[in-house]
């Protein structure tokens, strides 16, 4: 190898161990903000678990405006393990809620829905242990779906509104779409697309990277509403996990299709369509 081949190899390696140098965002761009796994905690949980009159203390402002990682810390308990240090965020909420992904939902031994955030009626249910007491959570656990905060001036500007679902692309190592991804839209809001950590090593993505909305208004052309395949479920023996996740919305199943009881229950608590065919 010639020295002129090794320096080149060199000053390659020196440019990967550098630090990236930020590059802001175009107008079409939303910056990605990875979640881990968290707790949001009702103020009377926060004394139940850490003691009478405790709260919340600020560890790291988050990007989202007075939003912010605590000191505080949990150790959230399942039928098959238990996750140590699982982080509260502040300030105190109105109700308790457990952010987790699917992988943590496999190590803890539940089956949490796919949720928007603030939709726990019906969800998982789990322990959560403090340094001053434990709680018995009936429901509260849910894996929260892709979606994106912004002010009214940015939904103006990527043409899309509040309650709206988009696609984003996401660049990189490995592209990937996300689909179904909810469009948040406050006053307040910091432009974020907020995934999970199991979305995010699908992708290889690391915090700060962006995607770009592929169904929005793009170089001035009219924004399209997302239309999402529709949902099929193949089995025979329907459950409540198979249909948890479909909050509102159409679900086809094979006519001779066996729903359980949890199932039927579900189907009707989360205003669930079914749609039963034939196979052809």
């Known amino acids: 190898m010639n020295e ?3 320096i080149k190899i060199v000053n390659d390696v020196i440019a990967e161990l550098l630090p990236k140098k930020e590059v ?12 881990a796994r968290h707790i949001h905690l009702q103020q009377e949980h926060v004394e139940q678990l850490f003691g009478k009159g405790a709260t919340l203390s600020v560890k790291k402002m988050l990007a ?15 039928p098959k393990g238990s996750i140590q240090n699982v982080r509260v965020l502040g300030p105190a909420r109105t109700f308790t809620q457990i952010e ?58 990527l043409g899309v509104q509040n309650g709206q679902y988009v696609s ?11 689909e179904q991804v909810k469009i948040r839209v406050a006053d307040h809001y910091h432009l974020e697309m907020h995934i999970d950590t199991d979305e995010a090593n699908a992708g290889f993505i690391q915090q700060g990277e962006t995607g770009t909305i592929i169904t929005g208004k793009m170089a ?40 359980t009881a949890l199932a039927k229950e579900a ?14």
């Open 100 to 157: 987790i992904s699917h992988t943590d939902a496999i190590a803890l031994g539940i089956q949490p829905p796919l949720r928007e955030s603030g939709e726990i009626a019906g969800s998982a249910s789990c322990i959560l242990v403090g340094p001053r007491g434990s709680l018995i959570l009936q429901e509260g656990v849910i894996i929260a779906q892709a979606h994106i905060h912004m002010a009214p001036a940015d939904a103006q500007q």
């Open 64 to 78: 989202q405006p007075g939003q912010f990682a605590a000191h505080e810390t949990l150790q959230v308990v399942g």
């Open 24 to 35: 802001a965002p175009t107008p079409n761009e939303i910056p990605i903000g990875i979640s």
């Open 168 to 178: 984003v692309k996401v660049q990189g190592r490995r592209p990937i779409t996300f």
């Open 267 to 280: 189907v009707e608590k989360l205003e669930i369509e079914l749609q039963f065919h034939e196979k052809g």
């Open 220 to 259: 001035g052309e009219p924004y399209n509403n997302f239309v999402s395949p529709p949902i099929e479920i193949n089995h025979k023996i329907i459950t409540a996990n198979d249909v948890s996740r479909y909050q509102g919305e159409t679900v086809i199943v094979p006519k001779e299709a066996r729903l």
């Open 4 to 6: 002129h081949a090794i």
